[in-house]
């Protein structure tokens, strides 16, 4: 139904800041609910930040929020999280995912994933 692609990772310092985007493939992304999670080597994958399926409904983990903002364009059928205030905590790969089931929250609900860009914040 779709297809996924993360980019705009790096590395930078600790209180900078970085633009992911989530290229969607397919002419569904509108209906879909979108999420983005991390996950650090050792670790489980956990939840970031979510919206509905216009973005004007957001969610995010306590962790990051303040300091992440989601949102989605879907005429150009792009995902976004910018992240200011990085700290090397937030280290990890991000990933994009589109939803299908019932929680914003759990990554069991999501169905379609990207394949996840590396984000790196040095102390």
């Known amino acids: 139904q779709v297809q996924l692609v993360e980019s705009g990772g790096g590395l930078v310092q600790a209180g900078g800041s970085l633009r992911l985007s989530c290229a969607a493939s397919?002419?569904?992304?509108?209906?879909?609910?979108m999420g983005w999670f991390r996950q650090a080597p050792g670790k489980e994958r956990e939840f970031v930040a979510a919206?509905?399926?216009?973005?004007?409904?957001?969610y995010y983990a306590d962790s990051v929020k303040g300091r992440f903002t989601i949102s989605r364009d879907n005429a150009k059928n792009t995902l976004y999280l910018q992240m200011n205030s990085l700290k090397p905590e937030d280290t990890a790969v991000y990933y994009c995912?589109?939803?299908?089931?019932?929680?914003?929250?759990?990554?069991?609900?999501?169905?379609?994933w990207g394949q996840g860009t590396q984000v790196t914040v040095s102390s």
């Open positions: 995912a589109a939803r299908i089931g019932l929680s914003y929250y759990q990554a069991a609900e999501y169905a379609y």
């Open positions: 397919g002419r569904t992304f509108s209906s879909y609910a």
């Open positions: 919206c509905n399926y216009n973005g004007r409904n957001t």
